[in-house]
């Protein structure tokens, strides 16, 4: 039999990441090494054709290399910020 097991590591400044390994017993020790890389942060604005801003819009990166993507809602200036990402 093989056993799945899986973390997800989370650092204030850096991105999440994941990571899964198989072990060959559900005793087996096993040292799991994390590397995290700063967090990048991607920022815009959202608007009509004429410069009006445009709130509540969603916008997302999906898995863009880390689990679940990344996704905001745009405020009242319809200003976003997608953060966490790597590369």
């Known amino acids: 039999d093989e ?28 040292e799991l090494v994390v590397w995290l890389v700063p967090e990048r942060t991607v920022t815009g604005r959202v608007t009509t054709s004429d410069g009006t801003p445009i709130a509540g819009a969603k916008v997302s990166i ?11 809602v745009t405020g009242e200036d319809g200003r976003y910020a997608l953060g966490g990402l790597t590369e």
């Open 62 to 72: 999906p898995d863009y290399g880390r689990a679940g993507g990344a996704s905001a």
């Open 3 to 30: 056993y799945k097991v899986g973390v997800m590591v989370r650092a204030p400044g850096f991105a999440p990441q994941a990571a899964k390994w198989r072990l060959s017993t559900p005793a087996e020790f096993v």
